[in-house]
């Protein structure tokens, strides 16, 4: 029983677009009710939001692209100027019926001109008699663009007097979009994400052919059982699960399981998983170099991030400057005097931690320090005395030691 | 009965064209008198002659231009005026300075090739010359000229004011008729004039203020929906009336009305609503529900924060409810991940059973993902000199509605849920 219904598109592309939209066929539905048929009017901008991978830009470009709408799909991260923005939405109007693509570029400068624009191209591309689709990806870059470019597009077809519908994509909530002195409010509508269910669904769809759909399965759910908790993002879990397929099947390649030990497939795969999670989830290595890690059968413990590569070996002085440093950046000044000098006064048990200062330096970040202040602590803190010349040696330890901390 | 395709074609085409067009052709709901107002006034400038300027003003989706087209489009049915009034329409969005503004007013009065490349030295005198051109091109008299500037309170910030001021300016002493007329949405709006502009205005303002009582707008609802006398189907016709008439009598849309009224009372929120609901209708469905309705409303209303909540990964949860414990003790004072990161590892330690302890990267990169969405937003720039786990910041959701998406998330752990419903005591 097809999902899709719809009386102005023929049902057998309906079924076919029904296919490749999987879980999302109430969003596809509601759209297809709200664009009506092809000259029919409809909401003047609409605003659909949800999260990372929940399917908006596929969704959209599979439905426009299936049902032949006339449309234009631009990104706003790609034209991150007004100018590269309304140039794009003009030349993709005007290759909209030929297929190669024309070299000049109208040149568009203000929202004016493009109004004008727009509507000549629209006379010029037959396109008067059907809803045109602007579609407008990441559309939170609109906000850094000049203050009339959001307001304008949702009103372009009060301004342009034609049938054109603008669709603006984001992740982010409209309540952030909102300029001050109010606006057209667009049709808001929201794409949910996936369940755990449809991410076992789509995940499953991605089964090589050698192996069977349930082996496949068992892999995903094991996958999403380490994963889930942390991110639920449907690119990143299609990335891990292509990675560390191979190292799954493993044991079914070299004879050792069958594809049904469950328990001894997920004893290989488990601590290889954790591993990932450390290093290829975090990119802080290459997936490439991830494979051939895996290929290597080294010990596991040899996989270090990036993070574990700073720590190196500094010289005597060196050392004890990073000491000073991280000493002088968490304690407040008026200590000094009592850790640092060998005859100290005793400090009168004043009530001087103020209310902000209780709590931990820890938690607040190191402070700024002078450079006098890192040398007198260096001083007290080194046993032997430290010759002046060492000072010029120090400072050259100094400029290492900064570049160091600022990596 | 059995409803052709046709027939329901031609129901969502008249509906969405009603609810959904700008031009808005329909009848105007309880603006009569400011309709009348604005006709006098612009019946004085076309067949009298007389100068004249005046501000709609009225909140976002009240009628403004609805108004003022609904009366453009009678004035130029009355046979005094056919074809003696031009019209320059100007938009506070698209002319964003005042060489553009210019250059579409020739642009609209068709005066192209008589500016040709002249250099004029001051914008007073370029639209002196626009206005005696049109004078020439029409030898006894000169035709009344109407300038309409839409989002009237964007061409206050031009430099000077200098459009307005020239054309109030002409509107008060030049021998052309010229009426300006603005539509904004500023009720200030007199405030941001400049003195010398200001004086040059007539003051004559006409407000929309979406002045009616809930009895006149389910009235409202029941005409926006129903179908017109001259619709072909007949039968349909009367099936499709008397279904929306049970509808304003029917318990449930009094209430969704009710609340939408609340919410919002003008018109335009009312409009989106119906199309909705109109979409939905269908072969199959040939009439709306109450239930279509309540769809509709609930599709509208959804809280949108709430929805970004329910689909984040526990972990996020975990810092969103860490972030909710700091708000509580340090009374709404920003915090940074450190603080983040010792909340939950607190929790950890403390009261999680079904919780790894994630490394301290992987919760990085979860609240890394919040920032990206915007829960969660930096006071201040992010510098090159400070680092990222000290970066003071502050969360965008309050208590309320985090208590209400924790409610509504799938597979909440039980860990989870107390820990935010419980209070410091444990601290």
């Not at chain 2, 539509?183 to 003051?203: A, N």
Request: proline share 4%; aromatic share 10%.
């Amino acid at each position: 029983m097809p999902i899709l219904e719809h009386p102005a598109y023929p049902p057998a592309t309906l079924l076919c677009l029904e296919s490749l939209v999987p879980c999302r066929e109430s969003q596809v539905s509601m759209l297809l009710s709200i664009f009506g048929e092809r000259q029919q009017l409809s909401f003047p901008s609409i605003f659909i939001y949800g999260h990372t991978s929940s399917g908006k830009t596929y969704v959209m470009k599979t439905l426009l692209n299936t049902l032949q709408l006339p449309h234009v799909f631009v990104n706003c991260v790609e034209c991150f100027t007004s100018r590269l923005l309304l140039e794009e939405i003009l030349i993709q109007l005007q290759n909209h019926s030929s297929e190669t693509r024309r070299a000049s570029p109208v040149p568009c400068d203000t929202f004016n001109d493009f109004v004008r624009l727009f509507k000549q191209a629209l006379v010029s591309q037959n396109l008067q008699d059907q809803t045109v689709y602007v579609v407008l990806d990441r559309a939170e870059q609109l906000r850094e663009m000049e203050a009339n470019i959001l307001p304008a597009f949702l009103r372009l077809q009060e301004l342009t007097d034609r049938n054109v519908t603008v669709i603006l994509l984001s992740e982010i909530v409209w309540e952030m979009f909102r300029p001050n002195t109010g606006c057209f409010e667009p049709f808001i509508l929201y794409f949910p994400d996936y369940s755990i269910g449809h991410l076992q669904k789509i995940l499953s769809q991605n089964h090589p052919p050698e192996y069977s759909a349930d082996f496949y399965s068992a892999y995903i759910n094991i996958l999403l059982g380490v994963f889930y908790m942390v991110c639920r993002d449907l690119k990143e879990l299609q990335h891990l699960a292509a990675l560390n397929f191979s190292k799954y099947c493993e044991p079914v390649v070299r004879k050792e399981a069958k594809e049904r030990d469950t328990r001894k497939l997920w004893k290989n795969i488990e601590p290889h998983l954790k591993k990932a999670m450390q290093t290829v989830y975090l990119r802080e290595i290459s997936s490439s170099q991830w494979e051939r890690l895996q290929c290597e059968e080294g010990e596991l413990g040899q996989i270090k991030g990036l993070s574990a590569h700073a720590h190196v070996e500094l010289p005597y002085y060196s050392k004890f400057l990073l000491i000073a440093a991280y000493l002088a950046s968490y304690n407040p000044v008026r200590t000094d005097k009592r850790f640092f000098l060998k005859h100290h006064g005793k400090i009168k048990k004043t009530n001087f931690m103020k209310k902000h200062e209780k709590t931990s330096n820890h938690l607040l970040g190191p402070k700024p320090f002078p450079l006098d202040r890192l040398l007198a602590i260096l001083y007290s803190i080194v046993d032997n005395r430290v010759a002046p010349t060492a000072n010029i040696f120090s400072q050259h330890l100094y400029k290492d030691l900064l570049t160091l901390i600022s990596q | 009965m059995a409803v052709t395709q046709i027939c329901m074609t031609m129901v969502q085409k008249m509906l969405r064209e009603r609810l959904c067009h700008h031009r808005a052709m329909g009848k105007l709901f309880g603006i009569d008198q400011q309709y009348k107002h604005l006709l006098e006034l612009l019946k004085q400038t076309t067949v009298c002659g007389e100068s004249n300027s005046a501000l709609i003003i009225g909140p976002r989706g009240s009628g403004k231009t609805a108004l003022l087209n609904r009366v453009l489009k009678d004035l130029r049915e009355m046979k005094q005026v056919k074809e003696n009034l031009l019209e320059v329409h100007l938009n506070g969005l698209l002319q964003t300075n005042d060489k553009v503004a210019l250059k579409e007013i020739t642009r609209q009065l068709h005066l192209e090739n008589v500016v040709g490349d002249k250099v004029f030295g001051s914008f007073a005198e370029n639209l002196a010359f626009l206005l005696e051109a049109l004078r020439k091109g029409n030898r006894t008299s000169s035709c009344p000229v109407l300038f309409v500037l839409d989002e009237f309170d964007l061409f206050v910030h031009h430099k000077n004011q200098t459009l307005l001021y020239n054309l109030f300016d002409i509107s008060q002493s030049a021998q052309t008729p010229v009426t300006v007329i603005g539509l904004t949405c500023r009720q200030d709006i007199l405030e941001l004039l400049e003195k010398r502009v200001k004086s040059r205005f007539s003051h004559r303002r006409i407000y929309l203020m979406n002045s009616f009582a809930f009895k006149q707008y389910i009235r409202i609802f029941k005409e926006q929906l129903s179908l017109p006398a001259e619709f072909p189907d007949k039968a349909f016709a009367q099936k499709w009336n008397s279904n929306i008439q049970l509808l304003t009598e029917d318990k449930t849309v009094q209430d969704i009305l009710q609340n939408l009224f609340h919410y919002s009372k003008d018109l335009r929120s009312l409009n989106f609503l119906l199309m909705l609901a109109v979409s939905n209708v269908t072969v199959r469905h040939p009439l709306i529900t109450a239930s279509d309705l309540q769809e509709a409303s609930k599709q509208y209303r959804m809280d949108s924060k709430a929805n970004i909540v329910h689909g984040l990964s526990v972990l996020e949860i975990c810092l969103i409810i860490a972030m909710k414990h700091l708000n509580d003790v340090y009374e709404g004072e920003p915090f940074n991940f450190q603080m983040v990161y010792n909340e939950f590892q607190k929790f950890i330690q403390r009261k999680a059973h079904c919780m790894y302890n994630f490394e301290k990267p992987v919760v990085m990169k979860a609240f890394e993902h919040l920032l990206q969405l915007e829960l969660v937003k930096p006071i201040e720039r992010p510098s090159v000199r400070s680092q990222r786990e000290y970066l003071l910041m502050e969360l965008l959701l309050d208590n309320n509605q985090i208590m209400d998406a924790l409610q509504a998330y799938p597979n909440c752990p039980t860990d989870v849920k107390q820990w935010a419903a419980s209070s410091l005591s444990w601290l």
